[in-house]
């Protein structure tokens, strides 16, 4: 048996699926981007008149990423300590992986969950990042 978890505070999904699901003593959140709850602006995103991304800033993007995994956690009753697991997926890893690896250092500490991080061609938004976690519940 699992649980729905759709938090108050998480952005929109951009398709059929919730914030996370509990099952267990896990919690299984999707994919997250940076865009904010009610908010149709990216935050760290430029977009040009055909929506095409014309500037971006990674750092930006990954610390509202960074936001609304804390709020969905945190609404699921659970909290960011209680990460264990982190996919990570980047659309310029030789352009953006340092900087992200600063933050999630800086976010991190000494938590050291699982981490794997690829890149992708694109996101189904205009993101430059998004997250995939596991956490206990």
Same mark, same amino acid.
């Given at each position: 048996?699992?649980?729905?978890?759709?938090?108050?505070?998480?952005?929109?999904?951009?398709?059929?699926?919730?914030?996370?699901?509990?099952?267990?003593?896990?919690?299984?959140?999707?994919?997250?981007?940076?865009?904010?709850?009610?908010?149709?602006?990216?935050?760290?995103?430029?977009l040009?008149?055909? &929506? @095409?991304?014309l500037?971006?800033?990674?750092?930006?993007?990954?610390? !509202?990423v960074?936001?609304? #995994?804390?709020?969905i *956690?945190?609404?699921?009753?659970?909290?960011?300590?209680?990460?264990?697991?982190?996919t990570?997926?980047?659309?310029?890893?030789?352009e953006?992986?340092?900087?992200f690896?600063?933050?999630?250092?800086?976010?991190? &500490? @000494?938590?050291?969950?699982a981490?794997?991080?690829?890149?992708?061609? !694109?996101l189904?938004?205009? #993101?430059?990042?998004? *997250?995939?976690?596991?956490?206990?519940?």
């Open positions: 048996m699992s649980d729905v978890i759709m938090s108050p505070r998480g952005p929109q999904p951009v398709g059929a699926y919730p914030h996370a699901r509990r099952v267990g003593d896990l919690l299984y959140l999707s994919g997250m981007g940076p865009r904010r709850k009610g908010d149709t602006e990216i935050p760290g995103v430029t040009g008149d055909n &929506g @095409e991304i500037d971006y800033d990674i750092a930006a993007q990954t610390k !509202a960074f936001d609304n #995994i804390r709020f *956690l945190e609404d699921a009753g659970s909290r960011w300590e209680n990460i264990v697991d982190v990570v997926f980047l659309t310029n890893i030789k953006d992986f340092a900087t690896n600063t933050l999630y250092a800086e976010y991190f &500490g @000494e938590l050291k969950p981490r794997t991080t690829v890149e992708v061609r !694109a189904p938004t205009p #993101i430059a990042v998004e *997250l995939k976690v596991i956490a206990m519940a």
